[in-house]
Every structure is written in C-alpha cells, then in structure tokens.
C-alpha cells in the first residue's frame, strides 16, 4: 500500500519562507509527476506546481518566483520552498504524485499540511 506524508508546515510571519515535504513509501515501482495544491477556507483545491521524472517544473502564476519546487527520487521525495510568503498563501498544501504500484500508475494524494502566513 502506498503512502505520502507531509511535514513541514506552520506558522510563519508575512515575507517568511517554509520549506514543505511530502515522501511516498510502499510498494513502488516508479514514480512519475509530482504536484503540489493548496486548498484555502471556502476555496476550491487550487494547483500550485508541478515537476515532471525530468524535473522540468511549472508554476501557478500566483506563486511563480517565489516557491521552488523539487524533487529527490532516491528518497521519493518532492519539496516545496517557499519563499516571500503572503497572507494569501494560508492553506492546507496537498501533494500529489503519480505512482506505479505493480500495476497501472495511478495519483495518491498526501493528507495536507497547514501553511498559516500572519503577524
């Protein structure tokens, strides 16, 4: 059974920086894309970035030259730096990876992190 556990969320001020992780164990073949979502109060789940078994990456205009995402397959691990971070930025963070489990690869989802930016 495959799973994704996040860390590193928290409380931080306005113009901080926090660094998310999110590592799959189990039973895995490979590993293909990762993302990273953010779901805020009253908001829909939103995506945030991607980066491909190439480590080619994309952004969300919103974040884009402020969170830097990565990824280190020995670990099957995905990272997300944030930097400069705003109030907006409040939201449970979710990853994302598409995994191969001896059978079809299919996505698994992370039980979220909170991320709070406020003074």
């Known amino acids: 059974q495959v799973q994704l556990a996040e860390s590193g969320g928290g409380l931080v001020q306005p113009g901080g920086s926090l660094r998310l992780s999110c590592a799959a164990s189990?039973?895995?073949?490979?590993?293909?894309?990762m993302h990273w979502y953010r779901q805020a109060p009253g908001k829909p789940r939103e995506w945030v970035a991607y980066?491909?078994?190439?480590?080619?990456?994309a952004y969300a205009d919103s974040v884009k030259g402020r969170f830097a995402i990565s990824r280190d397959n020995a670990k099957n691990t995905v990272y997300l730096q944030m930097n400069s971070l705003k109030p907006e930025d409040t939201a449970v963070y979710y990853c994302?990876?598409?995994?191969?489990?001896?059978?079809?690869?299919?996505?698994?989802w992370g039980q979220g992190t909170q991320v709070t930016v406020s003074s």
């Open positions: 994302k990876m598409f995994i191969s489990d001896s059978g079809p690869t299919r996505d698994y």
């Open positions: 189990g039973s895995i073949d490979s590993i293909g894309a």
């Open positions: 980066i491909s078994s190439g480590s080619s990456t």
